[in-house]
């Protein structure tokens, strides 16, 4: 039986993360010099998505430069994050925890790729993105600020 209680759907899947990128990060280095280091990280990735979004509201007027680059970021930690899920047996569908600590990077850059998105009119885009979140586990969306 699967964490959300289908017994005949696949088996959460969790991933390993990458501890040192991870430790680098809560010790308070640099998230361009972490993803730099770690590009296969997507806990780097979603640190500077995330701020990059965080610095585009800052002013009267949103400021498209960084949402677009909040974009790119995202993007990259999410098909990083797409290739470990893959490497630890994900078939494209299924439980991804927000629980587990290390699914939680690319969860992230999902939802800063769905709040870019959002921010540019990228419509569909935004929707998909919600989509997975809500695929990968329903917690997610609400523990990003998305519903």
Same mark, same amino acid.
């Given at each position: 039986m699967t964490s959300f209680g289908d017994l005949? *759907?696949?088996?959460? &899947?969790?991933?390993?993360?990458?501890?040192? $990128?991870?430790?680098?990060?809560?010790?308070?280095?640099?998230?361009?010099?972490?993803?730099?280091?770690?590009?296969?990280?997507?806990?780097?990735? $979603?640190?500077? #998505?995330?701020?990059?979004?965080?610095? $585009?509201?800052? *002013?009267?007027?949103?400021?498209? $430069? %960084?949402?677009? #680059?909040?974009?790119?970021? #995202?993007? &990259?930690?999410?098909?990083?994050?797409?290739?470990?899920?893959?490497?630890? *047996?994900?078939?494209?569908?299924?439980?991804?925890?927000?629980?587990?600590?290390?699914?939680?990077?690319?969860? %992230?850059?999902?939802?800063?790729?769905?709040? #870019?998105?959002?921010?540019? *009119?990228?419509?569909?885009?935004?929707? %998909?993105?919600?989509?997975?979140?809500?695929?990968?586990?329903? %917690?997610?969306?609400?523990?990003?600020?998305?519903?």
């Amino acid at each position: 039986m699967t964490s959300f209680g289908d017994l005949l *759907g696949p088996q959460p &899947t969790l991933l390993t993360g990458d501890d040192e $990128a991870e430790s680098d990060l809560l010790n308070g280095a640099d998230p361009a010099a972490v993803a730099a280091e770690h590009p296969t990280a997507s806990i780097a990735w $979603a640190y500077l #998505a995330e701020a990059a979004l965080d610095g $585009a509201t800052d *002013g009267a007027e949103p400021d498209t $430069a %960084r949402i677009v #680059a909040a974009y790119a970021y #995202a993007r &990259t930690g999410y098909h990083r994050g797409l290739d470990q899920l893959r490497r630890h *047996g994900w078939k494209g569908f299924g439980p991804v925890p927000w629980s587990h600590e290390q699914n939680q990077g690319f969860l %992230r850059c999902v939802g800063a790729l769905a709040r #870019a998105a959002g921010a540019i *009119g990228e419509e569909d885009e935004h929707l %998909r993105c919600l989509d997975l979140l809500n695929d990968s586990d329903p %917690r997610a969306i609400s523990e990003l600020g998305l519903d």
